[in-house]
């Protein structure tokens, strides 16, 4: 069969001419008509690239409308600031560091309010500090002589730049200061030794503060006034989703192990994996959150510190999860007879586990303690006491024997090697109970502290309405 090539090569065109002849027609094969084919199809390519990227972002922006309202925040933030510089009173005001308050727009503004108020009060404090040292260092500088100011200006540098880096590496100062320290830095950094050059230091560093205030108070208005989105908000919807996950993962793996079904959503199975990997943004959300105000049902003092506990116990149990999964998708599976044995004591623990977890979600989710739990934990711990009543009857069918076939077949014993896969799935199963238990103790622990914390707010709020009544008596 003649290939695509050889089919067109043999294809021709000829013209009669009047005069009888003929002339034949070959299509070009030239350099001009290879260009030609790989820019169509570079032109092609490139349209198709496009277009899917167009269409992912349009998905990304259905899926979550948050960040394209975060787009068009910033976007108006940072046409209100522009302001400063073309209002000719604004700009005589601050001079040529308008600027910066355009700059601290760009690097402060974060999708949230409680990281966005960490930004700015950060850059802030740490502007006006260095500021501050600054002048001060430029005044010692300034007494000690043209000879040594180089040098008293160069050792103040390398001092403070050398401990104010050192402090990034302390847990406590880089979990709620680390960007003040670097914003420090440089502001210490680039007043310091443009004193050297600069006659009129204060004025730079006025100026410089002055347009730093003015970009985070802009900030701080538009994040706060414009559909806010906050960081305390975000982490407990975070938690709540988390549970009904692991809840879901939980008694997906075992009712898929015992009753062999393959119908489960394989999303919804895997769904103890962003359990396992949300660490990280679980730690910056309440960080950013012990910055935000009172919102919601969340006050100033709400005690976030105690979401990252549950999110601990949370991973302990996904952990486990992991395991059973190992467990379940193993070369090495169990006998028949033994899952059927177990089956019933192993779906009721994961049936009972999983509703004290989804229990647990609604309790957070309502932020008051549930009715039902104690009595649900009581059922998981009545389910994994049956559980090790039926391990503990499993010795009459073990069989230490792997290869005696005739005994097994005679008298229905059973190799070790076929329990096992079984019995690590059911201790697993008594292991998550336990963690369930302390997970219960965290949810309990959090809604407990949070009512104490409204108790507190609402005892020092009311002595400040009784004083407006008697004032408006």
């Given at each position: 069969m003649a290939s695509g090539k050889e089919l067109c090569e043999g294809v021709e065109w000829r013209i009669r001419v009047v005069d009888g002849s003929s002339e034949v027609l070959v299509p070009p094969t030239?350099?001009?008509?290879?260009?030609?084919?790989?820019?169509?199809?570079?032109?092609?390519?490139?349209?198709?690239?496009?277009?899917?990227?167009?269409?992912?972002?349009?998905?990304?922006?259905?899926?979550?409308?948050?960040?394209?309202?975060?787009?068009?925040?910033?976007?108006?933030?940072?046409?209100?600031?522009?302001?400063?510089?073309?209002?000719?009173?604004?700009?005589?005001?601050?001079?040529?560091?308008?600027?910066?308050?355009?700059?601290?727009?760009?690097?402060?503004?974060?999708?949230?309010?409680?990281?966005?108020?960490?930004?700015?009060?950060?850059?802030?404090?740490?502007?006006?500090?260095?500021?501050?040292?600054?002048?001060?260092?430029?005044?010692?500088?300034?007494?000690?002589?043209?000879?040594?100011?180089?040098?008293?200006?160069?050792?103040?540098?390398?001092?403070?730049?050398?401990?104010?880096?050192?402090?990034?590496?302390?847990?406590?100062?880089?979990?709620?200061?680390?960007?003040?320290?670097?914003?420090?830095?440089?502001?210490?950094?680039?007043?310091?030794?443009?004193?050297?050059?600069?006659?009129?230091?204060?004025?730079?560093?006025?100026?410089?503060?002055?347009?730093?205030?003015?970009?985070?108070?802009?900030?701080?208005f538009v994040i706060m006034m414009v559909c806010p989105i906050w960081s305390g908000q975000e982490l407990h919807s975070l938690t709540v989703r988390k549970m009904d996950k692991l809840s879901?993962?939980?008694?997906?793996?075992?009712?898929?192990?015992?009753?062999?079904?393959?119908?489960?959503?394989?999303?919804?199975?895997?769904?103890?994996?962003?359990?396992?990997?949300?660490?990280?943004?679980?730690?910056?959300?309440?960080?950013?959150?012990?910055?935000?105000?009172?919102?919601?049902?969340?006050?100033?003092?709400?005690?976030?510190?105690?979401?990252?506990?549950?999110?601990?116990?949370?991973?302990?149990?996904?952990?486990?999860?992991?395991?059973?999964?190992?467990?379940?998708?193993?070369?090495?599976?169990a006998a028949e007879s033994i899952k059927k044995h177990l089956s019933t004591s192993c779906l009721k623990v994961s049936s009972s586990s999983s509703s004290a977890i989804k229990e647990l979600a609604e309790s957070v989710k309502k932020m008051n303690k549930s009715p039902n739990m104690d009595l649900l934990v009581e059922e998981m711990n009545s389910a994994v006491e049956e559980l090790h009543n039926d391990l503990k009857s499993l010795s009459h069918l073990l069989n230490p024997s792997t290869t005696a076939e005739n005994q097994i077949s005679a008298t229905g014993l059973v190799p070790f090697m076929e329990i096992i896969p079984v019995v690590t799935l059911a201790s697993i199963l008594i292991e998550i109970s336990a963690r369930i238990e302390a997970l219960v103790g965290s949810v309990e622990e959090l809604v407990e502290e949070s009512e104490m914390k409204d108790k507190i707010v609402a005892k020092e709020e009311k002595p400040e309405g009784t004083m407006k009544a008697l004032q408006r008596v």
């Open positions: 030239g350099l001009a008509r290879k260009v030609w084919l790989r820019t169509k199809g570079l032109i092609s390519g490139l349209g198709m690239k496009v277009r899917m990227f167009l269409k992912q972002a349009w998905d990304m922006g259905a899926n979550d409308p948050r960040k394209v309202i975060h787009c068009i925040k910033v976007g108006l933030a940072l046409t209100i600031v522009s302001l400063v510089y073309f209002m000719r009173p604004l700009y005589d005001g601050v001079g040529g560091n308008a600027m910066w308050a355009i700059m601290t727009v760009v690097v402060v503004f974060e999708p949230t309010v409680g990281a966005t108020l960490y930004k700015c009060l950060n850059r802030v404090c740490a502007t006006c500090l260095a500021g501050f040292l600054a002048v001060g260092v430029h005044w010692i500088a300034s007494q000690s002589g043209d000879r040594f100011e180089p040098f008293v200006v160069g050792a103040s540098i390398f001092i403070l730049a050398s401990i104010a880096t050192f402090s990034r590496f302390i847990p406590s100062v880089k979990s709620k200061f680390d960007y003040g320290a670097m914003i420090f830095i440089l502001t210490f950094s680039i007043v310091a030794i443009s004193g050297y050059r600069v006659d009129k230091l204060f004025d730079l560093a006025h100026q410089r503060i002055s347009t730093i205030i003015i970009g985070t108070s802009l900030c701080i879901d993962s939980l008694d997906g793996c075992v009712t898929q192990y015992f009753t062999n079904s393959n119908g489960e959503d394989d999303q919804k199975l895997q769904g103890y994996k962003c359990v396992l990997s949300s660490k990280a943004s679980e730690e910056s959300m309440a960080n950013f959150a012990r910055w935000e105000p009172s919102h919601g049902r969340f006050n100033f003092r709400h005690p976030w510190k105690q979401y990252l506990k549950i999110g601990a116990s949370m991973r302990s149990c996904a952990y486990c999860i992991e395991a059973l999964n190992s467990c379940i998708n193993s070369e090495n599976q």
